[in-house]
């Protein structure tokens, strides 16, 4: 099985991070602080939408990268099971938002980094940012992939656009071939 992956809330429980990180740079930029369950529920469409939503300047883009940096190595561990997945697996690729050296740094501290054949970052790599096809294009001409696994809508609408399968991660209500809640060893025979 050849696998691409999300990293953010689909290999790494980052999302207490990044909301931590979206209220600080809220409360920064409007002097109060913000509903966590709404922010949450926007951070999981897109950091984009959820600047947008609460009136938070592209400028602010920067600093919300650098504390989500500081505050997921801090503290952000992979979701239990994953290694199994990983190992089990003839390829694994990532498209992240995340740069290669924060994603590097985090696969490395976890002891994951060895599992992955590239990583690519629009940041780093010059591809637009998903749902945009061009990353997952590239990798999926590179490697024949056959899976696609992500927790948001963005992570999977390009893979069902060159044709791999989705599998969605703790995320019910987006349209994917199949849904999960956890990393189990089962999962290896349906991704097969």
């Known amino acids: 099985m050849k696998l691409l992956w999300d990293l953010d809330g689909t290999i790494f429980d980052t999302y207490p991070a990044i909301l931590e990180s979206f209220c600080a740079v809220h409360e920064e930029a409007h002097g109060r602080s913000v509903d966590k369950v709404e922010a949450l529920r926007w951070l999981k469409k ?30 952000s561990p992979p979701f239990e099971g994953i290694k199994t997945i990983l190992a089990a697996a003839d ?3 990532i498209v992240t938002h995340r740069t290669k050296l924060s994603t590097k740094e985090l696969l490395s501290k976890w002891g994951l980094l060895q599992y992955f054949d590239e990583i690519v970052s ?25 899976w696609a696994i992500g927790d948001r809508a963005l992570d999977l609408i390009p893979a069902k656009a060159v044709g ?6 703790q995320n019910a209500d987006i349209e994917a071939d199949l849904h999960i809640e956890k990393y189990t060893d089962d999962l290896i025979e349906k991704l097969k």
């Open 46 to 75: 897109t950091s984009k939408e959820a600047f947008k939503y609460f009136g938070i300047s592209e400028d602010y883009r920067e600093r919300f990268k650098e504390l989500d940096h500081a505050r997921a190595e801090a503290g």
């Open 91 to 93: 390829v694994n690729v």
């Open 122 to 146: 629009p940041d780093d790599d010059g591809y637009p940012r998903k749902p945009d096809v061009g990353a997952y294009r590239y990798l999926h001409d590179k490697y024949n992939l056959d």
């Open 164 to 169: 791999m399968k989705t599998c969605a991660f």
